[in-house]
Nanobody, 119 residues
Framework: QVQLGESGGGLVQPGGSLRLSCAAS????????MSWYRQAPGKEREFIAY????????RYADSVKGRFTISRDNAKNTVYLQMNSLKPEDTAVYTC????????????WGQGTQVTVSS
């Protein structure tokens, strides 16, 4: 049974910080690349950050570069998203994604956690 469970969302003021976690089970986490996406009301899903299975490569969307940091702990089957200097436009549901090696392609999505940035 594959499961991805996000946590750590909430309400913060502009300029504040949050750390999101995504705990995985039911697959070999250490061989999967992981990503974070977000979707705001009325907008399409947006790519935020990516990390390879061994943390060798990280990629970020321009909108969050320099403010957000993706990391992972393979021993804990968990990927993180540290979010600093938050802005109202960061308000969205944040979802993690697992992408497995080889073919057929294996992709799993979590349910998401709400982040609201407001004064």
């Amino acid at each position: 049974q594959v499961q991805l469970g996000e946590s750590g969302g909430g309400l913060v003021q502009p300029g504040g910080s949050l750390r999101l976690s995504c705990a995985a089970s039911g697959f070999t986490f250490s061989t999967y690349a992981m990503s974070w996406y977000r979707q705001a009301p009325g907008k399409e899903r947006e790519f935020i950050a990516y990390i390879t299975s061994t943390s060798g490569v990280k990629r970020y969307a321009d909108s969050v570069k320099g403010r957000f940091t993706i990391s992972r702990d393979n021993a804990k089957n968990t990927v993180y998203l540290q979010m600093n200097s938050l802005k109202p436009e960061d308000t969205a549901v944040y979802t993690c994604k697992a992408d497995g090696p080889g073919l057929p392609r294996k992709i799993y999505w979590g349910q998401g956690t709400q982040v609201t940035v407001s004064s």
